[in-house]
């Protein structure tokens, strides 16, 4: 099992690197100079060159990228060229916003997604199942922004139970948290009912139902189980999407994490700042990919025996030659 | 004579798709004698895994629907009974044998959870118990007890074979449906687990519906035959009636495309043609298109059950004579 | 004899959504959604920047059938000419990336070996950047404009479209047929365009009914943050953020636009799960 989370640590390496670098051509192409940005509209060539110098603007693309990925591994990411203050701090205090919001949405999707899709797969061909696959499908086509709008117009606007947006107390985080939420629920819910009936149809269902399985039985222990293993995948793609909609969502609702950061410089092409979000986001995101296929290893055993550390194996080919010298036929097992 | 284990009687099956219905099982009569051995034989899609299923009442709910019929077993009539009584019945006095050992095991469970699940449900065991008999199991089928924790991934296909009869016959049960439970594996590993389903059948006197298309697999371990064809069953009978006194032509038919090392025949002679669509089948004689002594009266009515000798029994005009 | 069986095939499809209803209507919203958006300047009583400051916020009547925004705006009018711009954001998008996305799948599928390790490893990197976070930042860098959009969106959804093609191109590539091609000595596209771009079809059409839908919403999505059609452009999206500030005094500004969208990516979502089930019969329930 160590084998193999070092195995995928390693392999985020290439992919960082991969990132940083199309990160960074993409400023290259971009028009527009950042010092003159920097300077604002009337400001002196001179200045400007000068500036140009100072940041570096003028060594060639390598030389520039190099310094970067130094800079990186000392945990630099550069100053914010409107602010002024390092990227770095900045980001690590807004961090926290981000990964709450990005959590308790993910929390509620999960939390719901799964029974409403069980539902649903338990009652099909029923009127039941066809109204939550209808409002699944209904929701996941739902622009998440506007729905936020919507939730604000209510709870916010016209019944002002809740707070029209910052986080002052919990309350503030009720509305950002269910627009984020919405779809993906229904997303989840839809995997899960597919996944459900695929699996029902398999033949060892018919196996656990010959052998006396109750109904009950077979569909929330031997179904479920199955098909909620691939659902597990789908959990971590879309905690990429959530980042993605976090941009909005904090946007809407000012909420001072990693997103609404991003778009601030988006707006302003604070690069400095625009690098190191794609950057620290797709680590983020990389990250919990990483931790989904893991958890996904241990429940998997068709994917954990893969990855079995060699000492592991020894010691099961010990255990299994002991076995055989006993001759032990009712032994309690490993 | 010993007693009969389970008669099924005018038994009708038929399964409803969004095109058509397709008649599986056309008012079929069997019956197993306790301890015996029943070889049901036909092609594919002749009906005989639906017969199997509808003994354990497995079939899929929503398409299929049993028409007319009754299944006795041990005097009771599985039809009717309720549903918390049949899954008492199910694993424990009846128990399946799936084909394709593959699929039939639950890939993210132990294979001794697999096992013991069913001594589980069936009798009041602790878990310590439940482990200590599936255990047994395994030893009984050939596998090693300390595999116990291991998942079906980590077992070849014979092995995986082994399992899935050892799930069968774990609870003791009366009467085993094996569902062509040799046709997905290797030939050398086929004779294998054939030998020790014989066995097993013999020490824990069972008796065995065993469904095949494999004629040569019937001589050697069964005691009766019936035959099946498009949901019907054409000729049933000892071992001995129907190899020896073949009446029906489709039963004829299938000998004939055996190859045989006693004879020095050139080629084999498959039967023409195939089976009707089970979703339009011939007003008369089920076989009328393909038999080769076909007659118009083939063709008109459904020919009905002859008795040619006390249990051989056959559904064709020829054998009941012309009139 | 290739297009008859073409013909039947497309007609065995056809005949399998039919009995699909949702799915249908689905189609024929679509349909009247695109006749909508062609015949825009006929059917809307005004044009879409056309202000009439007297009637700021009018009230829905026969004159302005939904009623007008502040600038006095017939609101009717912007939705229709609106689908215009959200269509074609959806559908140039999912052009723009299908075509680059069924190449590259296709060229790495087929040749396999090093190529594919290449391209491969570049999608991973791509795709673990988070898709909107990207499309965002292209935007962005490109200029806010509803043609740098439309660019973005169609740059970040390759990935999937190459997966696909070269998921069927691989286990395409091992058939005989193909064998017997390269025996004749076919060059290499004609067998790609011949023989294996029409086995992907299904997968690739489920795709693009799907990404239509999807690139609508994300376009709507970037129009809302200023980064796709600029006013005065009625864009669904754009319409929603200029309806924002005045969520007050007009709450339904923002609603209607919003249910356009909604309507248009549901039925690309309702057509392509019918087109799926359709296309792939085993899969249905």
Same mark, same amino acid.
Request: hydrophobic share 45%; with cysteine.
């Given at each position: ?48 060159? *000068? ?6 603007? !003028? ?11 130094? !800079? ?6 550069? +100053? ?49 199942? +066809?109204?939550?696959?209808?409002? *699944? ?57 597919? !996944? ?68 601030? *410089? ?48 020894? *010691? ?19 | ?323 | ?99 680059? $996305? ?51 969106? $169609? ?19 091992? &058939? ?17 365009? &011949? ?17 239509? $839908? ?22 669904? $999206? ?45 899969? &249905?329930?």
């Amino acid at each position: 099992m160590l084998k193999f989370i070092g195995k995928r640590l390693l392999m985020l390496i290439p992919v960082l690197i991969g990132i940083t670098l199309v990160v960074q051509l993409l400023l290259e192409v971009t028009p527009g100079d950042p010092a003159k940005l920097m300077l604002g509209m009337n400001a002196t060539p001179e200045r400007v060159a *000068a500036l140009r110098e100072e940041l570096g603007l !003028n060594d060639p693309f390598l030389v520039r990228y190099g310094r970067y990925i130094w !800079n990186l591994c000392h945990g630099d990411l550069g +100053n914010s060229f409107m602010t002024g203050r390092p990227v770095f701090s900045e980001m690590i205090q807004r961090f926290p916003y981000t990964l709450v919001l990005v959590c308790i949405s993910l929390f509620l999707s999960v939390v719901f997604g799964i029974p409403l899709g069980v539902f649903a797969s338990t009652h099909q061909h029923t009127w039941k199942d +066809n109204l939550a696959m209808f409002a *699944a499908l209904f929701c996941v086509s739902m622009p998440a922004f506007w729905f936020a709008l919507m939730l604000i117009q209510r709870f916010a606007v016209k019944w002002r139970l809740l707070p029209l947006s910052g986080i002052a107390s919990w309350k503030g985080w009720v509305l950002p948290c269910v627009a984020l939420a919405l779809g993906f629920t229904a997303t989840i819910t839809r995997q899960t009912r597919s !996944n459900m009936l695929e699996v029902i149809r398999q033949d060892y269902i018919t196996t656990a139902r010959a052998k006396g399985v109750s109904e009950v039985t077979i569909k929330y222990r031997h179904a479920l189980k199955n098909a909620v293993t691939p659902v597990i995948m789908v959990v971590g793609g879309m905690f990429g999407m959530m980042l993605g909609g976090a941009l909005i969502s904090e946007t809407i609702f000012s909420i001072p994490g990693l997103g609404q950061y991003t778009m601030q *410089a988006l707006n302003s092409r604070d690069y400095p700042v625009i690098q190191s979000s794609v950057l620290v986001l797709s680590l983020l995101f990389a990250i919990v990919i990483l931790l989904v296929d893991i958890i996904f290893a241990l429940i998997d055993p068709r994917i954990r025996s893969q990855y079995i550390s060699k000492r592991q194996k020894e *010691a099961r080919t010990d255990q299994k030659k002991e076995d055989q010298e006993k001759g032990a036929a009712h032994s309690e097992g490993r | 004579m010993s007693e009969e284990l389970l008669e099924i009687k005018d038994l009708r099956i038929e399964y409803h798709t969004d095109e058509s219905v397709i008649h599986a099982v056309n008012g079929i009569d069997l019956s197993v004698k306790k301890g015996q051995t029943l070889g049901l034989v036909g092609e594919t899609g002749a009906g005989k895994t639906t017969i199997a299923k509808s003994i354990l009442r497995i079939l899929p709910g929503l398409q299929a629907k049993i028409l007319s019929g009754e299944i006795r077993f041990e005097g009771k009539d599985l039809l009717s009974v309720s549903e918390r009584e049949m899954r008492k019945i199910r694993g424990n006095k009846i128990a399946m044998i799936f084909q394709d050992p593959m699929t039939a095991l639950n890939p993210i469970e132990t294979i001794g959870f697999q096992i013991s699940e069913t001594l589980k449900i069936h009798n009041k065991l602790t878990k310590k118990e439940a482990r200590k008999k599936a255990c047994e199991m395994l030893e009984l089928v050939g596998i090693p007890s300390y595999r116990y924790d291991e998942y079906p991934h980590q077992f070849s296909g014979g092995m995986k074979q082994r399992v899935v009869i050892a799930i069968g016959l774990a609870c003791n049960p009366e009467l085993l449906l094996a569902d062509e439970p040799t046709t997905a594996l290797d030939v050398t590993i086929q004779a294998q687990v054939l030998e020790m389903m014989a066995e097993l059948k013999e020490k824990l006197d069972t008796s065995v519906i065993l469904i095949t298309h494999d004629l040569g697999v019937v001589a050697n371990f069964c005691d009766s035959v019936a035959v099946a064809y498009a949901g019907e069953i054409v000729e049933r009978g000892t071992v001995e009636q129907i190899f020896d006194h073949v009446a029906h032509p489709y039963t004829e038919g299938l000998f004939a495309s055996l190859p045989r090392l006693d004879r020095r025949e050139r080629r084999l002679k498959p039967i023409k043609g195939l089976m009707p669509d089970p979703a339009a089948l011939p007003e008369g004689c089920s076989f009328c298109d393909r038999c080769p002594y076909a007659e118009e009266r083939c063709f008109k009515t459904k020919p009905a059950d002859v008795e040619l000798e006390p249990g051989h029994i056959v559904k064709c005009f020829r054998v009941a004579g012309g009139e | 004899m290739e297009k008859k069986r073409k013909n039947s095939r497309l007609r065995e499809i056809w005949f399998q959504l039919k009995t699909n209803k949702l799915a249908v209507v689905a189609l024929i919203i679509l349909i009247i959604l695109i006749i909508v958006a062609i015949l825009a300047p006929v059917i809307a009583p005004y044009h879409y920047a056309e202000q009439h400051p007297k009637d700021s916020y009018a009230p829905p009547s026969a004159k302005y059938l939904l009623g007008t925004d502040k600038l006095g705006r017939d609101i009717f009018s912007r939705l229709i000419y609106g689908s215009r711009y959200s269509l074609s954001m959806g559908v140039i998008a999912v052009a723009i990336a299908a075509v680059i $996305g069924i190449t590259v799948g296709s060229v790495a599928g087929y040749y396999g070996g090093w190529v594919d390790n290449l391209l491969m490893r570049f999608l991973d990197v791509y795709q673990s950047i988070p898709m909107f976070l990207l499309c965002v930042t292209l935007a962005a860098i490109l200029g806010p404009s509803l043609r740098n959009a439309i660019i973005a969106l $169609g740059i970040c959804t390759v990935p999937g479209y190459a997966r696909i093609m070269r998921a069927t191109v691989l286990t395409v590539r091992e &058939k005989e047929y193909i064998e017997a091609e390269k025996a004749i000595n076919a060059k290499d596209p004609r067998i790609i365009l &011949k023989h294996i771009i029409p086995n992907a079809m299904a997968p690739i059409i489920v795709e693009i009914t799907m990404g239509v $839908g999807s690139c609508i919403l994300s376009g709507a999505s970037l129009s809302f943050i200023g980064l796709g059609a600029q006013a005065p452009i009625s864009e669904w $999206g754009a319409m929603i953020s200029d309806a924002r500030s005045v969520m007050r005094e007009a709450p339904q500004l923002s609603l209607y636009p919003g249910i356009c969208v909604m309507l248009a990516v549901l039925s690309c979502n309702l057509l392509g799960d019918g087109l799926r089930d359709a296309l792939d019969p085993r899969l &249905k329930n």
